[in-house]
């Protein structure tokens, strides 16, 4: 018993757009999600190399405020990652509106060559958007043969809007090993 | 709206069913498919509570005894996703395929052939599913949320199985609920209108849109893990530029809908049951019907309370609070309407009304338990401990579940003609009633002093809580065997059955003859003064 009539194929077929629509909803979520984030700081990402406005750089030389912000520094790898990772200063007494730098040590114990990533986040969230980065190692992919070390520069502004009621600034950094991944898209590419 | 059926090809069954096991194969009646849905509910419900047996029998004591941690890890896995997507959703299906066409007054299912498709797809999904138990590394270990990355970066082999199997549900859900609207909008009686739907017709019409909506956004998120396990993509790996909050964010987008999925089929049955046995009208049918769609509407935007934990601003943890307790006006209202039906009835208290009126007091505990969750500060104590459990086991178990049972007692005697053993049936009630809460109750408090779910092992302070637990999951679990008993003996035979069935039905499926002929309403019925109770 066939009980097909035209209204039920039409019904059907606009029952099939909404399903197709919503399975590219889950995909325009992460956009989506991407936007929300770089706009309020969600995910206490920060953002890419920050260029310096030459005006404002000098601007900031004249009106040094008073006022310090204690920035603290976290290293830590992820799982199965065997370099040694840590901040060269645990934490730094900073001036908002004036450029600092710093340095992460990492060391690749292991007897191979390792690429990794480290990915940054920031707490409190709010204040991931005034944390301006003109130089981060996070931008880039580190590589280290087996046994070599290095200090990886880290140079930041912090903003001097920065709100008042945040004295701390914590900067986490997480290593990914993602040597893996690199030489599969290699692989992918060749 | 609704147009006139016309029947194209009169073939030689179009009086009965075909003969032997390829009539079920092949079978595009309503009523077989609403049968083998059932059934395989029922198959699922025993699977999946066996490995919740495993897991309370583990639990009995402080300590390792039974069970290998990795298994365990399996066996919450497979449970949740037996449950969820096996039992509870397959047998709302069977009961929609069975009860809507005749609610409505329809000959049948307006796909009947894809009807046939959404039903054979899930003994496969199933099957591979169960399967990776005997692959190397055995079944999906990382609970039914499955949480990236830990299944896309740690979790088995078997995960890219697991990933196929959700796919298969998710088309046969959406094949399924796609049934449902096309079925409702298109075949109606002539003169129906859609206030004169009865009221688990209603609730049908808005899960399956739910269904439409967020089963597609499931399939999203599970591609997504493929694409993160094969192709090098990383949408949840922070290595590679991706967000592990992400996952959660999208699968709870599907997740809470899901809920409600789970949820609102069991309203519309409770709320056919209730004015039965209590011989009076449902109270409020038209806030019903709002209070419904305002829950459906509500599920959509308040995700993000099963995340409270991962670091949200405040603006948003308040937002979500605020907007989940929103919930609890509708579902009062719901509440409110059956209890006043109860009002001043005539009431008696068969089966079906027992396991209706257990729902009731029962979902409404967990309900409340749920508001207790929806408060952030208390939420972070609460979060990830057997508290949780608790709760949506009571909206699970005692709510989805018995609706699920009551409206098998109260639908058989219209499906097989005969009578259950009301004696049978109510020692089927007691035993589930005393088992559930005893298994679930002592649960609240063992989370609220901090057990953590998902653990083979646990402080010695848990213990006496987690053996009262223990004995009160065998009660339960053992007794579904006695319902099992009943149906087959229904099935067989028994005292035969009146047309009406009970006393105060009301609705069109009671004015067929029992049991219910193998085609019905092929001319739609014209006196619909019936349809709904
Ligand atoms: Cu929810």
Redesign the pocket.
Same mark, same amino acid.
């Given at each position: 018993m066939q009980i097909e009539t035209q209204t039920s194929k039409r019904t059907t077929l606009k029952l099939l757009c909404v399903v197709c629509g919503m399975f590219g909803f889950g995909f325009a979520l992460v956009p989506l999600y991407d936007a929300l984030c770089d706009l309020t700081g969600l995910n206490g990402k920060t953002k890419g190399q920050y260029v310096v406005d030459e005006q404002v750089d000098e601007q900031s030389e004249t009106d040094v405020s008073s006022r310090r912000v204690k920035m603290q520094f976290l290293a830590s790898n992820n799982a199965d990652m065997p370099w040694v990772f840590r901040p060269v200063s645990r934490s730094l007494s900073v001036n908002p509106g004036k450029l600092n730098a710093t340095e992460f040590f990492v060391h690749n114990p292991a007897g191979r060559t390792i690429i990794a990533q480290a990915v940054p986040s920031v707490t409190p969230f709010r204040a991931a958007r005034y944390l301006h980065k003109t130089e981060c190692f996070c931008f880039d992919q580190q590589k280290l043969v087996g046994g070599e070390s290095m200090d990886m520069p880290l140079r930041f502004i912090i903003d001097k809007d920065l709100p008042e009621d945040i004295k701390t600034i914590t900067l986490s950094y997480t290593l990914f090993d993602i040597t893996e991944q690199i030489s599969g898209e290699l692989a992918v590419t060749n | 709206m609704s147009a006139v059926i016309e029947e194209h090809h009169h073939d030689d069954h179009h009086h009965g069913p075909a003969k032997g096991l390829m009539r079920w194969v092949f079978t595009t009646n309503h009523k077989d498919i609403g049968t083998l849905y059932l059934w395989f509910s029922f198959i699922m419900f025993l699977l999946g509570g066996s490995f919740a047996l495993v897991i309370r029998a583990e639990l009995f004591q402080p300590g390792l005894q039974i069970v290998e941690p990795e298994f365990f890890n399996q066996l919450t896995t497979m449970h949740g996703l037996v449950m969820v997507f096996g039992a509870v959703m397959p047998a709302f299906v069977g009961l929609a395929n069975w009860l809507v066409p005749m609610m409505i007054g329809a000959p049948d299912m307006a796909l009947p052939r894809m009807n046939n498709y959404s039903f054979w797809i899930l003994p496969f999904a199933f099957t591979m599913l169960a399967s990776t138990f005997f692959m190397e590394g055995g079944a999906p270990n990382f609970g039914w949320t499955f949480y990236a990355p830990l299944s896309t970066d740690q979790g088995p082999p078997s995960t890219t199985l697991f990933i196929f199997a959700v796919h298969l549900m998710g088309i046969s859900s959406i094949m399924g609920s796609i049934n449902v609207v096309v079925t409702i909008l298109n075949l109606r009686a002539p003169g129906m209108t859609l206030m004169q739907m009865p009221l688990f017709v209603w609730t049908w019409l808005i899960t399956a849109y739910l269904l439409i909506a967020v089963m597609p956004v499931l399939a999203g998120v599970v591609t997504m893990m493929l694409m993160d396990i094969h192709f090098g993509t990383a949408f949840f790996n922070a290595g590679g530029g991706g967000d592990p909050v992400l996952f959660q964010h999208v699968f709870?987008f599907f997740?809470?809908p899901e #809920?409600y999925i789970m949820i609102l089929p069991a309203f519309g049955v409770v709320s056919a049951i209730i004015p039965t046995f209590a011989r009076k009208r449902l109270f409020g049918y038209p806030s019903m019907v709002y209070a419904t769609s305002s829950i459906a509407f509500l599920s959509f935007i #308040?995700?993000a309370?099963?995340m409270f934990t991962v670091g949200i601003p405040l603006a948003g943890e308040l937002y979500f609070m605020y907007a989940t307790m929103l919930i609890a006006v509708p579902t009062g209202v719901k509440v409110f309407n059956w209890v006043a039906t109860m009002w001043g009835g005539s009431m008696t208290f068969e089966t079906p009304m027992l396991f209706a009126i257990a729902f009731v007091v029962l979902f409404t505990i967990g309900g409340l338990s749920g508001l207790m969750l929806a408060i952030v500060p208390a939420d972070f104590q609460y979060h990830d401990t057997y508290f949780v459990v608790a709760h949506f086991h009571y909206v699970l178990v005692p709510g989805s579940v018995f609706s699920i049972m009551a409206a098998v007692y109260y639908w058989l005697p219209k499906w097989t003609g005969n009578m259950y053993n009301e004696t049978l049936g109510k020692t089927h009630f007691w035993l589930s009633f005393i088992g559930i809460n005893v298994l679930f109750f002592p649960q609240h408090f063992v989370g609220l002093a901090g057990m953590p779910r998902r653990i083979p092992d646990y402080a010695l302070q848990f213990a006496d809580y987690n053996m009262v637990s223990t004995v009160g999951a065998f009660l339960f679990g053992f007794s579904q065997l006695l319902f099992m008993f009943i149906v087959i003996q229904t099935i067989r035979g028994g005292k035969k059955a009146t047309d009406r069935v009970w006393e105060g039905a009301h609705g069109l499926e009671w004015t067929i003859p029992s049991p219910a002929p193998y085609h019905t309403f092929s001319t739609p019925p014209k006196d619909l003064t019936e349809a709904h109770g």
């Open positions: - | 709870w997740g809470h #809920v #308040v995700w309370h099963h």
